[in-house]
């Protein structure tokens, strides 16, 4: 049975501060360090120390590049000062952040129009696509799942840079996310979760701070272009926090994106275990680090027990709103985090058919969803209240069949046994790759979901 994360990012989250929080957690240095020896890159050394933030003992995960790979875009005078081009020289010495935002549109390079004498600064870039990314990763020694984890985080991140440059995830090509130190910190984020078995992940929200941020088009807001369209995709509720600066990196908000399972905390819980990641840089009102904690359930001892949490429910009958706008609100409310939208058919006053719509999310989506119903029906009102809800433990997973591998939920009975749920996306792709049919693909599924779990029970 896995283990359950919370991540409390109430300072913010990067790459280094989840990985410096989970080696902190427990996870095994040694097993990381053997990991990443296998990547198919060179050019950089890990360094994991200890590490005083905000008066608080805590781990710092650093990834060293050598003098050929070093492109010295996160020094804090060049980030948030008024330096020009030619200052950056001698900018390098300052707060060193080797996380910050590794995304195409939030490089901090200097611009193609410096002079010769400022070329050595970027001339090391890698501009990588998404293959290329994955095939660093397919060729290591990391196992299967945290090879899986892994291309999670860089999809969200090809997502996020597509949407943001008008391209496809297969066409948009990385720069600093595509750099060996993003690489790293991402591969080493799974390594680290794979190790502590860990198949939830909790995150109510993430702070951010406001202003500005200089990057290589220009003056950019903050959050920046990559970070927003994370959390739009992903429903990521954001908190600001009073910090003129970036709190939340494109990396961290990807890592999110991609890995977490829930918003809401259990009603109670016990905490197992505590870890501290330290950032690189010093803000003040924010501790700086990113607090990484293993939970149980609290209240009772059954492990098929699950997710006991409240939701909020929104509901608005309609008598006025045609069959197609109620698919496509039904749609974009999936779409922004929705747990469920469904429209039941009603009968109202007069005799009048009509539906009702009813969505269920978490409590932080709520005015969001809201916004999207009213812009999209007929409706002029929504009633909302607050749900108990109890969820079994489920884990993702991809099985082997006949018809390749397709995405499966595993669901824990309270028995203890467990039930394979295959994805239907996953299943209709199979479909149409093979010309099966849907029950074929799907009961193949489930079958070798069984006797994959039979054979798991053997070797124990």
Not at 127 to 149: G, T, W, Y
Not at 243 to 257: F, K, M, N, Q, Y
Request: include cysteine; charge should be negative; glycine fraction near 8%.
């Amino acid at each position: 049975m896995g283990k359950t994360l919370y991540l409390d990012c109430s300072s913010g989250i990067s790459g280094d501060m989840t990985v410096a929080a989970l080696l902190d957690l427990g996870a095994s240095e040694q097993r990381l360090r053997e990991a990443l020896s296998t990547l198919p890159a060179h050019g950089f050394d890990v360094a994991v120390t200890r590490v005083r933030k905000s008066g608080l003992d805590a781990c710092d995960f650093d990834v060293r590049l050598d003098a050929a790979h070093e492109n010295h875009d996160h020094d804090m005078a060049w980030l948030y000062g008024h330096l020009d081009a030619s200052d950056h020289e001698h900018a390098h010495e300052h707060d060193h952040d080797h996380e910050h935002a590794h995304i195409h549109e939030h490089e901090h390079e200097h611009s193609a129009e410096h002079d010769h004498a400022h070329e050595h600064h970027h001339h090391h870039h890698e501009h990588r696509s998404l293959a290329d990314v994955c095939a660093i990763i397919d060729a290591s020694a990391m196992s299967e799942h945290a090879k899986e984890l892994a291309h999670a985080v860089f999809g969200k991140l090809a997502e996020a840079e597509a949407k943001a440059h008008g391209a496809t995830p297969e066409t948009v090509m990385f720069h600093e996310v595509g750099a060996i130190d993003s690489i790293v910190d991402i591969c080493s984020v799974a390594i680290c979760l794979d190790d502590l078995d860990v198949t939830e992940v909790i995150v109510p929200s993430l702070a951010e701070g406001h202003g500005t941020i200089r990057c290589a088009h220009g003056i950019m807001p903050v959050p920046v272009p990559a970070v927003v369209n994370l959390c739009q995709a992903a429903g990521i509720a954001l908190v600001p926090a009073p910090v003129t600066g970036e709190l939340v990196t494109p990396t961290g908000a990807a890592i999110v994106a991609a890995l977490r399972t829930g918003s809401a905390l259990p009603a109670s819980y016990a905490i197992e275990r505590v870890g501290y990641g330290a950032g690189k840089r010093a803000y003040e009102s924010c501790s700086g680090v990113l607090r990484a904690v293993l939970i149980a359930s609290a209240g009772s001892d059954d492990a098929g027990d699950g997710d006991r949490s409240t939701v909020t429910k929104l509901e608005s009958d309609l008598d006025d709103c045609t069959g197609e706008a109620l698919g496509r609100v039904i749609e974009l409310l999936m779409a922004a985090g929705a747990r469920e939208a469904h429209a039941i058919p009603i009968v109202m006053k007069k005799g009048r058919p009509g539906h009702q719509l009813e969505v269920i999310c978490d409590g932080e989506l709520a005015p969001a969803l809201e916004r999207i119903i009213f812009e999209n029906t007929t409706t002029i009102g929504i009633r909302s209240m607050d749900m108990r809800r109890h969820a079994l433990p489920r884990t993702p997973d991809n099985i082997e069949t006949p018809y390749g591998r397709v995405s499966t939920k595993l669901v824990v009975m309270p028995d203890g046994h467990v039930r394979a749920y295959p994805e239907y996306s996953s299943v209709i792709e199979a479909c149409e790759r093979t010309g099966a049919s849907f029950q074929d693909v799907f009961r193949a599924t489930q079958a070798a979901a069984v006797n994959a779990r039979s054979g798991d029970a053997r070797e124990a």
